[in-house]
């Protein structure tokens, strides 16, 4: 079992990336799929969640209008895009799939390892 993450780096504030967590070794179309984020001495954030089949997602307030999770389960991929970058989205952000919509980070079976997103101006 494996998820990939792809597409972190730096970025100017305003900027855009888009992410992807590639999975493989497990059935990825019945599995929610979650970004997260942390840095460093903070408690994990929850960014953004998308049903098996695409058909509901959700987001933190602070990514809200910002942010967009899509899945192709044809390739076994999640992405996040990410527009107007703030420096406050410096962060890892890793991926996580679960068999049941949660908020709670025990929910989830699978972890990337995560990428890094770093803003500077």
């Known amino acids: 079992v494996r998820l990939v993450e792809s597409g972190g780096g730096l970025v100017q504030p305003g900027g855009s990336l888009r992410l992807s967590c590639a999975a493989s070794?497990?059935?990825?179309?019945?599995?929610?799929i979650t970004w997260y984020r942390q840095v460093s001495g903070k408690e994990r954030e929850l960014v953004a969640t998308?049903?098996?089949?695409?058909?509901?997602?959700n987001y933190a307030d602070s990514v809200k209008g910002r942010f967009t999770i899509s899945r192709d389960n044809a390739k076994n991929t999640v992405y996040l895009q990410m527009n107007s970058l703030k420096p406050e989205d410096t962060a890892v952000y890793s991926c996580?799939?679960?068999?049941?919509?949660?908020?709670?980070?025990?929910?989830?079976?699978?972890w990337g390892q995560g990428t890094q997103v770093t803003l500077s101006s």
């Open positions: 070794g497990f059935t990825f179309s019945g599995y929610v």
């Open positions: 996580a799939a679960g068999l049941r919509l949660s908020t709670a980070v025990s929910a989830y079976d699978y």
């Open positions: 998308i049903t098996s089949d695409g058909s509901n997602t």
